[in-house]
């Protein structure tokens, strides 16, 4: 792994408004290589914590992590912050990036540039998550009635740095700073895999009740088999707070991934889903990995170029699929009566999640 001086990273810091780390001093953080993690907020960081500290993650729980966002986004991430402090989380810094990306200049060199530069430098790994909707004009695409974008700033900055990494069709002549680090890993969570191919130049189906079965009532997609449905629709009824927005189903892997290698005997797991959107046109350098069952609707990337880079639709980082203790409420007023690992044991979809944490480990230890 590249030990890179931070000092460059640090100066912009103090230059161009960009802030974070926690109060660490130059040399604390320009010796160590981080995680990064886009949007941190507490949420995200405790389900890293949780995955590394029962060790379903085989990374040491010490870890230093970087947590990065924009300062236009519509989280607070002073929530953060007082979270880490109060738990005295030393080893997670915060970084917030001043400048304000414009849409118009995502896809190249912008005044964003260096501080990416200096980002990848440091990183052993970087983590995209679950989060809304992209602002499909980024696509070239008019917006669809069914889509809902409520954190555009978020989306400009983790679009620009994926282009900045494994660069797009936007501009073939860009060099990818990846090119330096061919076997970083990066994984994208649900909205991470759609950032991933919209930043490379792919389109997104807006919504996949109504474009791909071309339904146009939630009882009509709840009378849909389960392996069609992508999150749980009894949950739009608000009748009862309790009841789960997510919904399992199968997904069919193909040969020669990172998921075939976490499937074991199973290539068709059951996953925890909670979208509306899909992959259309996929991205420059990336191949499809993973299906839906009746092969509608893209479950998993991987880059064609740097073999590591992993995109998923699913949700394998929430904690509840390892809890056989916490019982889910698929339709209101009903009785939650079992966990993911009751309905789903061993082959069935428990051991591909830990699998697949397992190995994405491996990639980030291979990486140091």
């Known amino acids: 792994m590249r030990k890179r001086n931070f000092a460059a990273l640090l100066l912009l810091v103090f230059t161009s408004g960009i802030y974070g780390f926690n109060g660490k001093t130059d040399q604390d953080v320009q010796s160590q290589d981080h995680i990064v993690i886009m949007h941190p907020t507490t949420a995200n960081i405790n389900t890293w914590q949780y995955l590394v500290s029962e060790g379903i993650l085989p990374v040491d729980p010490d870890t230093p992590v970087l947590g990065v966002y924009s300062n236009h986004a519509s989280y607070n991430y002073s929530r953060t912050a007082e979270f ?86 936007q501009d073939d002549d860009f060099v990818p700073l990846m090119d330096e680090n061919l076997g970083l890993p990066v994984l994208g969570i649900c909205l991470g895999m759609q950032t991933m191919n919209v930043a490379a130049g792919g389109t997104m189906i807006q919504d996949i009740p109504s474009e791909i079965y071309g339904k146009t009532t939630v009882e009509q997609v709840l009378d849909m088999d389960q392996d069609q449905q992508h999150r749980n629709y009894y949950s739009v009824y608000r009748t009862d707070p309790g009841v789960a927005a997510r919904t399992f189903h199968r997904i069919r892997i193909n040969d020669g991934s990172h998921m075939h290698s976490a499937a074991g005997a199973n ?102």
């Not at 990306?101 to 200096?118: A, G, I, M, S």
């Open 84 to 169: 880490l402090n109060t738990e005295g989380k030393t080893h997670i810094n915060l970084m917030g990036i001043e400048q304000e990306l414009d849409p118009e200049y995502l896809f190249r060199k912008n005044p964003v540039t260096p501080v990416f530069r200096e980002i990848f430098e440091s990183a052993r790994a970087v983590i995209f998550f679950g989060g809304p909707d992209i602002p499909p004009g980024i696509y070239g695409r008019d917006m669809n009635l069914l889509t809902v974008v409520t954190d555009p700033h978020r989306h400009y900055l983790e679009l620009s740095f994926l282009f900045h990494l494994m660069g797009g069709s």
């Open 267 to 368: 290539l068709t797991p059951y996953v925890l889903s909670s979208h509306h959107q899909a992959l259309d046109k996929i991205g420059k350098g990336y191949r499809v990995t993973a299906w839906c069952m009746d092969g509608k609707v893209v479950e998993a990337i991987e880059h064609e170029i740097y073999p590591n880079v992993i995109g998923i639709q699913f949700h394998p980082e929430v904690n509840t699929l390892f809890m056989d203790d916490s019982k889910i409420k698929f339709k209101p007023f009903a009785e939650a009566t079992h966990s993911f690992i009751d309905l789903y044991p061993g082959e069935l979809g428990e051991n591909f999640h830990r699998n697949f944490w397992e190995n994405f480990g491996k990639l980030i230890h291979q990486g140091q």
